[in-house]
């Protein structure tokens, strides 16, 4: 079984950083097979996709977080990273790492959460203006 354990998140103000960390273990088959992605969510919506890696290592960014954003991974430590530079308060939410396995996914599919069949706990990013 999978295990995704996120820690990095706080509290900063507007325009600073934040770097979350997702811890993974448990892989069933290589770790190359698996897609990783970035969701976020908070209270009273829905949650979104922020960033992903796919397995043959292409990414794809919510619009919301182009240029500010970077997702990264370390395949020996089996870490994903969220580089988070000028953050917004409307940032502000519980971040959630995930991750896929069963398949390739597509370009159209690596933001969508439905697509993801394991999940961490979250961490809390709060950014203030």
């Known amino acids: 079984q999978v295990q995704l354990v996120e820690s990095g998140g706080g509290s900063v103000q507007a325009g600073g950083s934040l770097r979350l960390s997702c811890s993974a273990s448990?892989?069933?088959?290589?770790?190359?097979?698996?897609?990783m992605g970035w969701f976020r969510q908070s209270p009273g919506k829905e949650r979104e996709g922020v960033a992903a890696i796919n397995s043959d290592g292409g990414t794809r960014y919510a619009n919301s977080v182009k240029g500010r954003f970077t997702i990264s991974q370390d395949n020996a430590k089996n870490i994903l990273y969220l580089q988070m530079n000028s953050l917004k308060p409307e940032d502000t939410a519980m971040y959630y790492c995930?991750?896929?396995?069963?398949?390739?996914?597509?370009?159209?599919?690596?933001?969508?959460?439905?697509?993801?069949?394991?999940w961490g706990q979250g961490t809390q990013v709060t950014v203030s203006s």
């Open positions: 995930a991750a896929e396995g069963r398949s390739l996914l597509l370009f159209s599919q690596l933001l969508v959460p439905n697509e993801y069949n394991y």
């Open positions: 448990g892989y069933p088959y290589s770790r190359s097979r698996f897609s």
